[in-house]
């Protein structure tokens, strides 16, 4: 009976101890690091312009249009998964929610 109750917890200890972060840490750079970032070659890609360079906005309006129930708009905008995931649960929030997100897609508030 004890091993029965002790495997489990034993178990769940080990998953919790091993669980990493799912989401991008920021390191902070060391001076070969840093004397690297500053090339102009290289600059340019860690500029918030940069990489909003790759949204077109027509592109989000097409996959609106066409996968807006799958969310392909939110996907394509880099939204965060879970709120990606609730627009497709609740069908866009029964419409509105897909509504508002091509009104914010057209006036660039996306």
């Not at 390191?27 to 690091?33: D, I, K, M, S, V």
């Not at 500053?38 to 940069?50: G, K, R, V």
Request: net charge neutral; no cysteine.
């Amino acid at each position: 009976m004890r091993l029965k109750l002790f495997l489990p917890v034993f178990f769940f200890l080990i998953a919790f101890s091993t669980v990493e972060a799912s989401f991008p840490v920021k390191r902070a750079a060391t001076t070969e690091q840093s004397t690297t970032i500053n090339n102009d070659s290289e600059s340019e890609l860690f500029t918030p312009a940069a990489a909003a360079a790759g949204y077109d906005k027509w592109v989000a309006v097409a996959f609106w249009f066409f996968l807006g129930i799958f969310a392909a708009h939110r996907w394509y905008a880099k939204k965060p998964a879970g709120w990606n995931i609730l627009f497709i649960l609740t069908l866009g929030g029964l419409g509105i929610w897909a509504i508002v997100d091509l009104i914010n897609i057209l006036t660039d508030n996306f």
